[in-house]
């Protein structure tokens, strides 16, 4: 998919207003730089040896029959990062290609239990994620977090083992639990006991819902497992009775533009609902999903909004400023994100309404 073509003071505007991303997977921003490093020295066989040629089968190029064909770009990168020095080398990168797309905050998320094929445990891909999250922070000035990961293909034993395993990391690097992978083939009520389980623990959950499944799956995802966020959301406007209580109860939406058009969670941009959501006043926030697999970037998805649905610099600065407010982060945290933005916005001649912000 090609960028629709922005003026250069709008691209640029985009380019340096401080962001934020919060879904954004580990194994879908690995570079193909780092994949041929891994592979050379593990001597592990790839379909091609040079970045040039090795990233068309790592990247999605067009639209995906489904989200399960999309998800098969994993099984390339997922045997090379099954050690501590593989997942903490590209949790650092992840926060390195962040600060050069000047975002400022990232939640980065990953399933420990793919990453245990050569040993490690639950915990300790953790621990090797969220100790690369933080060289990256200190490196790079980009706070970051992870959020752990259940697989909907995975038994209720080997989830609950990631709920365990999350559980002490809770505000030393790891901000909450996720359930992703097949939503069609495994609807959430399935995972009941398991998000039980997170919330005795206090463990907030944001739950992949509304995007391969309907809006019954976004019901069950908040009703039954007791999320406080939902990645994705693009079928929510199936059930106006349900879209009424999350705009209620200002439910955060983490929509990924690029991404649902390429699982055709969404036939064609033309039916992307993002603008309809902000007019009926539910809480959207925009995120990459997966920058290395979908070609996208902050940056790129502010652009396609710009391009495709006429988004204005204060309507994206409004965005990123519902990002902020939905990261699970301490209130002078986000204080200090929010003020950021707005000396940006002033720096650019932005002016934000609503938010609490004048």
Known sequence: MTVPKLDDHTRRIIKQLPKV???????????????????????HPLPAYTPETLRPYMEVDGQCDDLKQYLERFDLVLPLLQTGEALERTAYECVQQAAADHVMY??????????TGRGLTPSQAIGHVIAGLQRGERDFGVRAQT???????????????????AAPYLGRGLCAVDLAGDEAGFPPQLFRRVFARAAELGLPATIHAGEAGGPDHIREAVDGLGAVRIGHGVRLREDPTLLAELRSRQLPLEMCPVSNIQTRAVAEWSDYPIRDYLEQGLFVTVNTDNPTVSGTTM???YSELAARFGFRPDEIAALILSSIEAAWLAPADIAALRQRLLRSCAEHGIRLHGHGVE
């Open 21 to 43: 991303d919060l879904h954004l997977h580990l194994d879908g921003c690995i570079l193909p730089e780092t994949l041929l490093e891994l592979a050379r020295a593990e001597r």
């Open 106 to 115: 990232v939640e980065v998320r990953f399933a420990p239990h793919l990453h």
């Open 147 to 165: 959020i752990a990961i259940c697989m909907r293909h995975h038994s209720e034993a080997l989830n609950l083992e990631v709920i365990e395993a």
């Open 299 to 301: 940056t790129r998805e």
